[in-house]
């Protein structure tokens, strides 16, 4: 009885907490933990990539997320993103070259990619290099290119936020402070 009124009153406690916080808990998960994984990022050496052999393939996700592509070896497909840690698209080719798809689809087929991490325990196999029908669609250099000016992007978007963050935090606190004089 004793334990459960105590557990009641930290319960109590941290609600409120909770509640008077919830903004920095939510920018914490949403934010600060993928901008960690997104700026820390960086392409393993040659050596340390996976290799995959087969056919090509992919899969339309939607059209938010773009599509993701596969190397079917064995009856089995294995599928591979270029999203980042921030990103919300899996594309790995441009725009442009979205036809290429189809055409390429079912052709010999060959992948180096490796695990990115994503958060806490989470990982994806990211592709860094994709070579349909003899012919290099993405490369190391773009791959490596691509991550590193996620970096930057990364850096950029959390600065804003911050600004933006804390420029609201002093215009409530102003707010509350005139309402506080305006009640005297």
């Given at each position: 009885m004793i334990l459960s009124i105590k557990f009641l009153k930290l319960f109590k406690i941290f609600g409120k907490f909770f509640l008077k916080n919830w903004i920095y808990f939510f920018l914490f998960f949403t934010l600060i933990i993928p901008w960690y994984y997104?700026?820390?990022?960086?392409?393993?050496?040659?050596?340390?990539l996976y290799k995959q052999v087969g056919t090509f393939d992919y899969k339309k996700l939607s059209a938010r997320t773009g599509y993701v592509i596969g190397i079917?070896?064995?009856?089995?497909?294995?599928?591979?993103?270029?999203?980042?840690p921030m990103g919300?698209?899996?594309?790995?080719?441009?725009p442009r070259e979205f036809n290429l798809l189809e055409l390429y689809k079912g052709k010999p087929a060959e992948v180096?990619?490796?695990?990115?991490?994503?958060?806490?325990?989470?990982?994806?196999?990211?592709?860094?290099?994709?070579?349909?029908?003899?012919?290099?669609?993405?490369?190391?250099?773009?791959?490596?290119?691509?991550?590193k000016?996620?970096?930057?992007?990364?850096?950029?978007?959390?600065?804003?936020?911050?600004?933006?963050?804390?420029?609201?935090?002093?215009?409530?606190?102003?707010?509350?402070?005139?309402?506080?004089?305006?009640?005297?």
């Open positions: 997104t700026v820390t990022a960086s392409l393993p050496a040659k050596d340390q079917t070896h064995d009856g089995k497909t294995q599928y591979f993103t270029c999203r980042l919300r698209r899996n594309d790995c080719l441009a180096l990619w490796f695990k990115q991490k994503e958060g806490f325990g989470s990982k994806s196999q990211r592709l860094a290099r994709l070579e349909v029908n003899e012919k290099e669609l993405v490369s190391l250099k773009k791959t490596e290119r691509l991550i000016g996620s970096h930057t992007d990364a850096n950029f978007a959390l600065g804003i936020v911050l600004v933006l963050g804390i420029l609201l935090e002093l215009g409530f606190k102003q707010i509350e402070r005139k309402k506080k004089e305006n009640d005297k």
